[in-house]
């Protein structure tokens, strides 16, 4: 089946890998004229690592990144509120990964050039809408000529990211995504590990808050890569859909300025950065429908959502798994997307409404409400089984437990 993809984040990529994988016909399509390596950090779920795995992605990931051992809440007196073991550590089948973004798109892209060929994708091709002929599905592209160019397929796959054009096609009075009041400043320092040296930790509560996890592995030098995430509750002062702004330590840094815990010295980790990048925290609303006969969307394009819980690009690389399943079980192209639809759509609107209640964040706002000061003893603050319950519960609705 020849099959057109618009865009190739890590949502399109892993997808082009799944379906190359069951011997479709793939031609990809990205907006920009030059495929860099942006972001900084990145969590893959164990779930989405697995995929990866049968992809045969998952070994160079593994050498770039950390195969993370542990997850902690704390307080924003750095005191644990609760922790547990992650991916191969807590005995699941594959690992949960922290690594760079932007190495996470290099290796999916070198592996997408290894087998469809490089001749396979365009850069520079914007999508800029599409439409539903006979038993084709055609879609509109801008070029670097400034030229419009026509590409028709059996299917047509929008991973075309949170501003996706297909979207607003279908949803044209959707308008921006949605501000959630709260603002994330991202970066990454060399410093000495913390805790397991695989950590990935997550301090404060919802208006303030502090996460990090290293995305490498200690050098000979002692230190490693740090990504780190500060967030405030903040008024929107910019435009929300500023992505990649450059941000300034004095906006943030004073509200941490005195978060030296006995196991991570958060303002060394903030002023040893090399550049700081601003993000607003935005996600939509759920739709109730991803496709249109031929065409449907996949990633942040079908639910973006608060980077909460480390979904986001999980998510999109669990819809390509179940893309690909869909494709192989259902013959006709239609039927397959809307089994694909059916299956994925509820499962990630759950999430979208789970992360905007802080999902497994809970416990941390929860100590907050209850024992803003600090606590004596954690018994004082939650009944007992209610912190497991809370993690037990989020597991649930991203998949990676069952009821």
């Not at 603002?183 to 919802?206: C, K, V």
């Not at 208006?207 to 405030?232: H, R, T």
Request: with cysteine; hydrophobic share 40%; net charge negative.
């Amino acid at each position: 089946m020849k099959i057109t993809i618009a865009g190739a984040g890590i949502a399109g990529l892993a997808t082009a890998l799944a379906l190359d994988a069951d011997g479709h016909d793939i031609e990809i399509f990205e907006a920009v004229q030059e495929i860099k390596p942006l972001g900084v950090g990145i969590n893959l779920l164990p779930h989405a690592a697995a995929v990866l795995s049968g992809l045969g992605v998952l070994d160079d990931l593994l050498k770039s990144g950390v195969a993370t051992s542990e997850l902690g809440y704390f307080n924003r007196y750095g005191q644990k509120i609760w922790s547990e073991s992650r991916g191969l550590y807590a005995g699941q089948n594959a690992p949960q990964v922290s690594i760079a973004r932007g190495e996470l798109q290099r290796i999916l892209l070198h592996h997408v050039q290894k087998r469809l060929g490089e001749s396979r994708i365009h850069s520079g091709h914007r999508l800029v809408s599409f439409s539903n002929k006979k038993d084709q599905a055609f879609a509109i592209f801008s070029t670097p000529s400034s030229n419009e160019l026509t590409v028709h397929s059996d299917i047509l796959i929008c991973a075309d990211g949170i501003h996706s054009a297909a979207r607003a096609q279908l949803y044209p009075d959707e308008g921006a995504p949605l501000y959630s009041g709260r603002l994330l400043w991202r970066a990454t320092t060399m410093a000495p590990p913390f805790l397991s040296g695989s950590s990935m930790i997550m301090a404060g509560h919802e208006d303030q808050k502090f996460v990090c996890y290293p995305i490498e592995s200690c050098g000979e030098d002692g230190l490693q890569k740090i990504n780190w995430i500060a967030e405030l509750r903040r008024p929107l002062l910019r435009n929300p859909e500023d992505w990649n702004r450059k941000g300034d330590i004095s906006d943030f840094y004073d509200e941490f300025v005195d978060w030296n815990f006995d196991w991570l010295d958060v303002p060394r980790l903030i002023t040893g950065a090399e550049q700081i990048y601003e993000y607003p925290m935005v996600d939509r609303t759920p739709v109730n429908s991803w496709t249109e006969k031929r065409v449907t969307l996949l990633g942040d394009s079908a639910h973006p959502m608060y980077p909460i819980g480390s979904n986001g690009a999980s998510q999109a690389i669990l819809d390509a798994a179940d893309l690909s399943e869909a494709l192989r079980e259902v013959a006709d192209p239609e039927g397959a997307l809307l089994a694909y639809e059916n299956s994925r759509l509820p499962k990630t609107s759950s999430i979208v409404i789970a992360n905007r209640g802080n999902g497994p964040e809970q416990c941390m706002q929860l100590a907050e409400e209850r024992a803003p000061n600090g606590f004596a003893k954690l018994e004082d603050v939650f009944l007992p089984g209610e912190l497991r319950a809370i993690a037990d519960r989020y597991k649930v609705v991203t998949g990676l437990k069952r009821n």
